[in-house]
């Protein structure tokens, strides 16, 4: 239910989501459908959370995953370089541009801003346990606060729509760069 739910709002929008349509395509009824999920709103609330919430796990479970691997805080420095390169490619607009549409949902919706606050701290887990290794490693301040770091992270990250919007590209490689200089200061790899 809640993948068709996905899939017709990435197709044609909230506006686009009939109940009965999914129920159809899933092979139950509207009952069943709203004991899951209480109602219409309710399906997209969920849909619209489990959206942003894979945006973020495939961004930084990989890049948690390259920081364990590190052997040395060169290691960690060339990786944090490539993640933070990774996060300006033209393949991610879809998911800043995702993160950005939910978060706008979200100021309206009390009940999708919960689920929104609980998959970013969710999402955000890997980021912070890498930059614990790393603490652990001594390659980054000991008192660095790296939930913190983490939080400013994706709020960099999803900033960039602005530049993107704004249609220049030199604007959205300056944006980058003070985003890679901030970042590697703030970790202390400068």
Not at 71 to 95: N, P, Q
Not at 101 to 112: M, N, T, W
Not at 159 to 182: C, I, N, S, T, Y
Request: hydrophobic share 45%; charged share 30%.
């Amino acid at each position: 239910m809640l993948e068709a739910a996905i899939r017709i709002i990435e197709d044609g929008g909230e506006q686009s989501l009939r109940t009965r349509v999914i129920a159809d395509a899933v092979g139950v009824t509207e009952p069943s459908l709203f004991h899951f999920f209480g109602n219409r709103e309710g399906l997209i609330e969920a849909a619209q959370a489990e959206r942003y919430r894979r945006t973020q796990f495939e961004m930084f479970v990989p890049f948690r995953d390259a920081i364990l691997a590190c052997k040395t805080k060169r290691d960690f420095v060339k990786t944090v370089k490539e993640g933070l390169r990774w996060t300006e490619e033209s393949r991610r607009i879809k998911a800043r541009q995702l993160r950005v549409e939910v978060l706008a949902s979200a100021y309206s919706r009390p009940k999708l801003a919960e689920q929104v606050i609980e998959a970013q701290r969710e999402c955000l887990l890997p980021l912070i346990e890498g930059l614990e290794f790393a603490k652990a490693k001594k390659w980054v301040p000991a008192d660095i606060d790296t939930e913190a770091v983490a939080f400013w992270h994706i709020g960099q990250i999803t900033g960039r729509v602005f530049a993107e919007l704004d249609g220049d590209p030199e604007l959205f490689a300056a944006v980058g760069k003070l985003v890679q200089e901030a970042s590697m200061s703030m970790l202390g790899l400068e």
